[in-house]
């Protein structure tokens, strides 16, 4: 092993030493899961302690570097103790890291069979012995394999899990685990409500900055291994030299964390470069530019991922805009890609102003292109037919595209769920959306299965999320929204991870593992996200938002310049009943499922009652499971919203005891705003929703303090905290 690479984790060591001195308190929520403070128990801190002496690395690459920084770092700080790491003599109770290629010590285990049904990604972690010395080993195919294995133990000690005859065996379900940006070039982050872009790209590339390293570290310990670094509502700079230049630097520091760069792309930018009077995909001059483009950009970033692209979409330009389809428009850049490896995610987030219902506008522009987009283009959909809803029925397109590579995209940020202000663990949510059977080849073909390729046997599989953290000093704003960071990661390497599981795994890392903090706080997290769809839009209701910032209610948003911009769009309520019919008397959304769920979605009588109202308008006094009325089930749902935020208020408050100080503070200020908005969702609501039912509250339930018109003023003067969109910064006096 070279001075070199013991030099790199010199340096590397440094900077943290440093960045802790820069701290001076470590529990502001900078480090997220990555905290390595040491194990509380100290019985099993000994027992640690006795079984890691040294950690032995043969390799001299910068993956193995960032791998042994990061355990030499992790374990250090869990067992309390300095561990040396070394390429010479082999002790006892030694880690040994590496792949056969790499290390000799590695190689002499004859682990070859077993790490080849792990891929690239995959590794093994488990206690053996080598020359008659017990050690515990961590091997993979790959230095990236190596890192994420490295991660896999130091969680087993965070969350304090034996050690004893280890044997784990991993590998992800997915290929592409990529995490999305909506950062815009002057730094303001579109849905984004925790501060400016991380990309300072006025320093770069000269400076870069260690957030980006622990960045990289964060992603990488949950198997994240792609990154889009701009808004998709894209602007066509990203593709110059300037910008590449700088987008290089980037790609350098994640490099060596397995994180590939890709960029959102402007369908326009032929045109915009003043290259082209025109952007037609099957232009042969289009093309060449194209191609010729795509190439500079792997001149910079050999390893680049690919792009994604929005297109036809909310006022973007695409293949549409020349009489061209989608198939066209991705296969175009597809060809320019595939000689340097790259991919296409093409999102499939459309809805034409000319539709009856938005509901349909994905499948119906999609489905008569399956099995015409080339083999490295993968079609990105959200989990729902419509835009991040708090629930949603699963998107008809998984079920449908048989022919087709696609990937999920779920949303992190909490655009429609109270921003940075409101605790809203989303593992529920990405757990039932990938659960979801969608009997597209008979019972069990959940979209998980289909993701990963099982159900229709395609080639390219993935999900991604929108994260859009930013400068904050704890990343996302409100400290919860990191548990959702960490359960996209957990369930994009493994679909079956249950939300509870990594809510646990959290809580474990990022604050504590006495059981006391862990049990009432992970309940809080799991009743969260329903708080949340309780307070808003039980039933199946949706979009019931103020226009545009998304934040507090406005059900009667109406004579906008789009319908399907409007909440009366979605929610239909009149004298007669509430709800969207979706059934073979209205929109006929339900024929786009298969035909067990298109029959069970269309039966008012057995509809999930979840989303009732997302298929079925409904009579005010429809009999519901319960034995209520609709509308007295509909008052009970948004009063239970707002008593889930009372409970959770009230197991927070008894835990000052198990937090820090800061955190605990900020948590319980964030709580109590995010009572005082239920009540008002709760309040609007219901007081806009009787006006049509007619009907009283039922008895037992707080009567709200203000009248509707209060609340219709409210929207249009209250402060919304979100930096990006006009409509927060439109806010009148009365």
Not at 598 to 624: I, Q, R, T
Request: some cysteine.
């Amino acid at each position: 092993m070279s001075r070199r690479f013991f030099t790199n984790l010199f340096i590397l060591w440094v900077f943290f030493l440093a960045g802790v001195a820069q701290v001076s308190n470590a529990e502001d929520g900078y480090d997220m899961w990555l905290r390595y403070q040491p194990v509380a128990d100290k019985t099993l801190r000994k027992t640690y302690q006795q079984q890691f002496n040294q950690i032995l690395v043969e390799g001299d690459t910068p993956g193995l570097s960032v791998a042994a920084a990061e355990l030499q770092r992790g374990l250090s700080g869990l067992l309390d103790k300095p561990i040396a790491i070394t390429n010479k003599k082999l002790f006892k109770q030694a880690l040994v890291v590496g792949t056969p290629a790499n290390s000799p010590l590695i190689a002499s285990l004859q682990l070859g069979d077993r790490l080849a049904a792990l891929g690239d990604e995959g590794y093994l972690i488990e206690q053996t012995r080598i020359n008659k010395r017990p050690v515990t080993v961590v091997a993979a195919n790959s230095d990236v394999g190596v890192l994420y294995g490295s991660f896999h133990l130091l969680r087993l000690i965070q969350t304090q899990q034996s050690l004893d005859k280890i044997s784990i065996a991993s590998t992800p379900k997915l290929q592409h685990r990529v995490i999305n940006h909506w950062d815009n070039l002057n730094r303001v982050v579109e849905r984004g409500y925790a501060g400016l872009s991380l990309w300072d790209w006025g320093t770069l590339p000269e400076h870069k900055s260690q957030r980006y390293v622990d960045y990289a570290r964060v992603n990488a310990s949950l198997g994240i291994n792609g990154t889009v670094l701009n808004n998709v509502n894209a602007d066509p700079r990203v593709l110059s030299d300037q910008f590449l230049q700088k987008i290089a630097a980037l790609a350098d520091v994640f490099r060596p964390y397995g994180i590939k760069v890709y960029l959102s792309i402007n369908y326009n930018s032929p045109r915009a470069f003043g290259d082209l009077d025109l952007a037609d995909p099957l232009d042969p001059r289009v093309q060449q530019w194209w191609k010729e483009r795509t190439k500079k950009v792997y001149e910079y970033i050999p390893d680049f991922g690919g792009y994604l692209v929005k297109a036809n979409s909310e006022g973007q330009p695409g293949p549409q805009d020349y009489g061209r389809n989608h198939a066209d428009g991705a296969n175009m850049l597809a060809a320019a890609l595939k000689p340097f490896g790259g991919v296409v995610f093409w999102r499939a987030f459309v809805y034409s102003p000319d539709i009856g219902d938005r509901f349909r506008g994905s499948y119906d522009e999609f489905k008569p292109l399956d099995g015409k987009f080339a083999d490295n283009v993968i079609l990105q959909v959200k989990n729902g037919p419509i835009d991040f809803q708090p629930r949603e029925p699963y998107s008809s397109l998984f079920s449908a595209m048989e022919k087709t590579n696609m990937m999920m995209e779920f949303q992190v940020t909490q655009e429609y769920f109270g921003f940075a202000t409101h605790l809203a663990y989303q593992g529920p949510l990405f757990e039932e959306s990938l659960r979801t059977d969608t009997y597209a080849k008979g019972e069990g073909s959940t979209i998980g299965d289909i993701l990963e390729g099982k159900v229709f046997n395609t080639k390219r599989t993935g999900m991604a999320a929108v994260i859009n953290p930013g400068t904050d000093r704890n990343w996302t704003g409100h400290p919860f929204v990191q548990s959702s960071w960490y359960a996209f990661g957990r369930m994009a390497w493994d679909h079956e991870i249950s939300a509870e599981s990594a809510a646990e795994e959290w809580l474990r890392m990022t604050f504590s593992n006495d059981k006391k903090f862990i049990k009432p706080v992970k309940n809080m997290m799991m009743i969260s996200r329903e708080a949340g769809v309780n307070y808003r839009s039980p039933l199946g209701l949706t979009h019931l938002y103020s226009q545009g910032d998304h934040y507090g209610p406005a059900p009667w948003t109406t004579n906008l310049e789009r319908p399907d911009w409007t909440a009366i769009y979605y929610h239909r309520a009149a004298k007669d009943g509430i709800g969207f019919d979706r059934t073979k008397t209205g929109s006929n959304a339900i024929a786009q499922y298969p035909a067990p769920l298109a029959e069970l979605y269309g039966d008012v009588n057995a509809v999930p009652e979840d989303f009732l109202l997302w298929f079925h308008h409904v009579s005010w006094d429809h009999k519901m499971k319960s034995g209520r009325s609709l509308w007295d089930e509909l008052v009970h749902k948004y009063y239970q919203g707002v008593e889930q935020v009372r409970s959770m208020q009230r197991d927070w408050d008894k835990l000052e005891a198990y937090v820090d100080a800061e955190r605990f503070a900020q948590v319980k200020a964030l709580l109590i705003v995010q009572e005082r908005d239920a009540v008002i969702w709760r309040d609007s609501c219901v007081l806009y929703f009787q006006t049509f039912s007619g009907k009283p509250i039922p008895a037992g339930y707080e009567k709200p303090k203000q009248d509707l018109d209060y609340y219709k003023t409210l929207a249009r003067t209250r402060y919304v905290p979100e930096p990006w969109h006009p409509a927060s910064s439109s806010r009148v006096l009365k």
